[in-house]
Each structure stands twice: as C-alpha cells, then as structure tokens.
C-alpha cells in the first residue's frame, strides 16, 4: 500500500465535503479491517472464501434482478483469474452522495456494509452468509473496476486493495443501462487466486433455478476449445424450484408425474416449494433463505415439516387408507422417498448455529406450514391416484421403521447379552477418557493391521471397515443397521440412536472417543470411501460432526529418496521442489515411492506421516462440507448412472478434501 498516494488523494479531495477526510479515515480504517481479519468477512481465505467473492458480486446483481430491474447476469473467468460480472440492471447510481461527499458508486465499493442502503424502493434482503457488502470484494482485490451504464452515460472508477484510483470519470455514451465489476483477488490473501468451474457453475446453476426468469451465463475463457471458444454455459430456468426438484432427483424413480408446486406469500413472507417422492428411502431437503442454503435448517423448515405431517395425516386417516395399520405413523416416515426445495424471503433474517446457516425468524415458519399445506391439499384432491401412491409409501416407510426398530432392538441386545461388549475388531486403547481418546476408522484389514501396529495404543484405539461400507442412499433403514461395519461404527463409539419410538436423536453422552479420524487410501477409491463414511455420519450421526469431533487423516503421497535425504510428499508442487533440491530437476535422479494405499507403509512410516499428534495433519470435518459431500453424492449417486459417475470423479476433491 502506497501511503502518500493515499494522503494525497484524501487531501485532493478533501475540498469536496468538510465531513471528508474523517470519513475518509474510517473507510481506509474499514478496509483495512477486512485485509486484517479477511476471514471475519468471508468466511476463509481458502478456495471456499475466494469463490465468495464472485458470490458476493453476483448476489448485488441477483438483488437488482429480485428489484425487478434486471434479467441478465454474464458472469467471465478470464485468463488470469480476473473475473467480471455484468448485469443489465439499473446501474449503480453515481451522483454526490451528501453525507459521505462522494459518490454513490464510490460509497458502495468503499464503505463496509453500504451496497443498497440508501435505494429505499427497491426490494431488498440482507444476505446472511454473504451479505458483506462488494467492499468487501473491493478490499480483498488488488485491482478492481466498476463499470456503470447509467442515463445514457458510460462511468467508471478502478481500484486497489480498495483504495480508488481517481475520481470517478464519463468516459463515453451508452443506450443500455447496467454495471459491470471486474476485479483481480489478492493473491497475498488467498492461498490460491484459481477458481474452480464446477464450482460456480453449480453456484450459477442453483441461482437460476432459486430466481425463476433470470439468465445467467458463465464463460471460461482459460479453457478454449479448437475454434478458440471460451468455456460457455447458459442457466435459465423457467418453472423454477420445480425444475430444481427435476434435477436433483434426475437419477431416481420418481413415484408420482408431476412435482408440486406453489410460489405464494403468506404473512408477508415470500414462499416457494416444489416437492416430489421418488422410490428411494432417504430425505432430500434443500432449504434456502435469501437465496442462501440453510444447511442447518431452522423455522422455515420446521413449518415444512409440520405442514406436511398434518396435512398428509388428516388426509390418510380421513380417506380411511390408515385402519389397517398396527402401530403409528410418525414425522419421519411421510419423509422417506422425498426430495423437496424450499425457498423464503425474509426481510430481517436472523441466522443461528455453527455455521450461521440456520434461521432464527419465528413467524417464518407458519407461513411455510401454510404454503405446503394449501399446495398439498390441492394436489390431494386434483389428483387421488398420486395420492393414494404418496400414502402406500408411507405405510411402507412406517413399517419399515418398525422392523428397524426391532433389529436395532435385537442388536443392541446381543450387546448386552455379550457384556456391552465392543466389536471383536476394534483394538481399543487403554485410556478411557473420551477427551484425550482417538479412534480410527481405517479401509481395509491390512491397513487395519499397520494402524494397529504403528498406533500409541494408550489413546489411539483401531476399527478396520471392510471394503466400502454400505451405500446409505440406497439402502432400507433397517439394512442399515443390519450392516456390520456400521453396527461395529455404533458399538465401537459407544452412542446408540434414540429408542423411543419417535426419535432419530443420537445420543452422544456415552461418546468413548472425541476424535473419530477416517483413514483411506490416497486414491480415488479412497476418496470414495471417505465421501461414503462422511455421507453416513451426516446422515445418522450429524450431532458428531456438529460438535466437531469427526476428522480426515492425510497419508503422504510420495516417498522421496535421494541418497541420505528422504522426504514425504503431500501435493505434486512438495515432489517438483524434492527433486529439483536433491536431484538437479531430473525426475530419475531420485528414488520415487508412489503410496497408492495406506498398506504400502510400514508402521513406523504410518505413525510418523500420518498418526503422530507432533507430525500429522487432521482435518477437521465441518457439517458444511459434509453437507457437500452428501449433496453431490445424494444428487449424483441415487443410482449409479454412469455419466453422473464421470461427474462425481472430477468433483471427488471438491466433494471432500476442501475441509
Ligand atoms: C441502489 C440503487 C440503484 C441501483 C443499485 C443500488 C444497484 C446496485 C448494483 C450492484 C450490482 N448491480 C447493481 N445494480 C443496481 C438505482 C436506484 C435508481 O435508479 O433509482
């Protein structure tokens, strides 16, 4: 940062407004605050917290666009990872702004939280997750320009690392109306300045089907095809979350036609739902609040739920389809087999929870309870065979649950029967208080049999899983826990799933370990794996997650020797600098050890590369990129439909490494 540039620029246009310079301390003071702690802002400074600044830049257009003063939003990732987003709303408006004595455009890129306030018209909801303000993105960036076509006039102001350039200058006339940012993230900040397509193009895509009519291209101008194209896809959705819905259950068997479908406002509260029940057994539910995935839930989905019992209950025992049964229907059995998309627009949103993702706003949920009730009565009644149908599946997922219940019942007898014994495979560690216990989840016997051979057997306890344990997705609740490797998983960690009738609530207070760690080979089966177990404690052992005892081992991928020198590799870039140090940058002037599997190492290699607290690196899994994981893998895996297997290995890393 060039600090007499800065003082001269103030002092230049500290004429402008008596007010000026203060206020120009307190926005370089704002800036400066989000260089300093760019986590605070945005979440991280890793590949997560780079694509929200595209995010954030987007969702100012997305708000324009929700105004209704914009359909276009032309998102480019250019060669060097500068990105631009255009859009043709209104433009940002670029008079004086009294108060602060710049202008508009000036105050929005450069003071924290100022995007949007002073347009008292125009229909705006504060983001949650994002809501930080294209300051932020301003701050972050070591080049930035705002571009606006506004009232027949081209403007534009650059900056960096937020700090503008010059005074805002015309440089031309224009029909169209709309404002483009380009900007370049600062590479000092971010551990990497390279932004991963899929990523935002999944992004776009779920933008698109959230906010019906709008289009949003995407242009990868990196990768050229043989005519010199840029990288180019189109989302646009017309029917909005119902085509969402079609997605995501693209892979499974739906069981009724069509989806339902409501967009309505309820007390103020603009709600749209789509759902459908497809032939599987799990839950689908995606939730969203200002466009923003509320992976932990909250009112919205509270009222969800509550709507969707009653009304299919009355419904059921009016229609008399109910006498025959044995025993009770409960919350969780009217959720077996469905996907659903549930979408609000809350004014003043409250979030809540670990990751703030979860809705606070207590009237938000009768306004849901209400929307899926009027559209399910509807639907019921237009059309009795697709009613019947989601009844039977109901019956069957009650029944089901009732077998389950007695298998659990039975298995957890025989535990009592063998002593509350632990599963013969795990070799269990001697200490016995949870907070200083570690158990491993290791692939494989051989592996198993390392593992326990190179463990501190005083806090380290070992369970080999065999092969990939049980795809969840796909099976029965009962199949679940009829699998021994994850009856092994329930007994080994000592917590046991709620027995009363009615609860899926895990018990944690017997928890025997407080860092449970999966260790799988370094490959794509492994990754597979991983993303197997994390998508099986999502499921079935969330609160885990939630409390942050579940985590990642990190085997090394290479050995290198060269002559006395041996080191262990993690990445690619570790290996090229090892054989540039030790071997003059020829490849075969060092002995290469390539560890496809945890088993090609030794005990000691696996205790010092991978177990050791001194030397290792464990990374902790969070409930959003196990969220992540178990999104790609329910959206993609429902059945194994071989183009969406090509998908699911060139997104593995994404769907579980970025922890
Ligand atoms: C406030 C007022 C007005 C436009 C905008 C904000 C605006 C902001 C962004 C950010 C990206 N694209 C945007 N487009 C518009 C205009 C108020 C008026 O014209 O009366």
Known sequence: MNQEFIDENSRNRAQNSNDYSANSITVLEGLEAVRKRPAMYIGDIGTRGLHHLVYEVVDNSIDEAMAGYCDTIDVIIKKDNTVSVKDNGRGIPVDLHEKEG??????????????????????????GLHGVGVSCVNALSTYLRAEVHRKGKIYFQEYS???????????????????????KADESIFSLVEYKYSVLASRMRELAFLNRGITITLADERELDEEGNAKFEKFHSERGLEEFVEFIDESREKLTEKVIHIVTEKNDVPVELAIQYNTSFSEN???????????????HLTGFRRGLTRTLKTFAEKSGMLSKLKFDINGDDFREGLTAVISVKVQEPQFEGQTKTKLGNSDVSLAVDQAVSTALN????????????????????????????????????????????LPGKLADCSDKDPASCEVFLVEGDSAGGTAKQGRNRRFQAILPLRGKILNVEKALQHRVFESEEIKNIFTALGVSIGTEEDSKALNLAKLRYHKVVIMTDADV????????????????????????????ATPPLYLLKKGKNERYCWSEQQRQDFIREFGGGKEDAVHIQRYKGLGEMNAEQLWDTTMNPEERTLRQITIESAAEADRVFSMLMGDDVPPRREFIEENATYANIDV
Do not use: C, W
């Not at 200002?290 to 009112?299: A, H, P, R, S, W």
């Not at 009795?384 to 298995?411: G, N, S």
């Open 285 to 299: 539910v995606y939730s969203y609040v200002n466009n923003i995935n509320t992976i932990e839930g909250g009112t």
């Open 525 to 552: 089966d492994g990754r597979h794996i991983n993303t197997l177990i994390m998508t099986f404690f999502f499921r079935f052992m969330r609160e885990l997650i939630v409390e942050g005892y579940l985590y990642i």
């Open 161 to 183: 690392i937020g700090i503008p350039q010059s005074d805002i200058q015309q440089i031309g006339t224009t029909e169209e109306t709309g404002t483009i940012i380009t900007f």
């Open 102 to 127: 710049k202008s508009a455009l000036e105050v929005v890129m450069t003071v924290l939280h100022a995007g949007g306030k002073f347009d008292k018209d125009s229909y705006k909801v504060s983001g």
């Open 378 to 421: 509807y639907y019921l009644e237009e059309n009795p065979r697709d009613a019947k149908i989601i009844v039977d599946k109901v019956i069957l997922a009650a029944t089901a649950r009732h077998a389950a219940r007695k298998a659990r019942e039975l298995v957890q007898r025989k535990t009592v029967m063998t002593g509350g014994g």
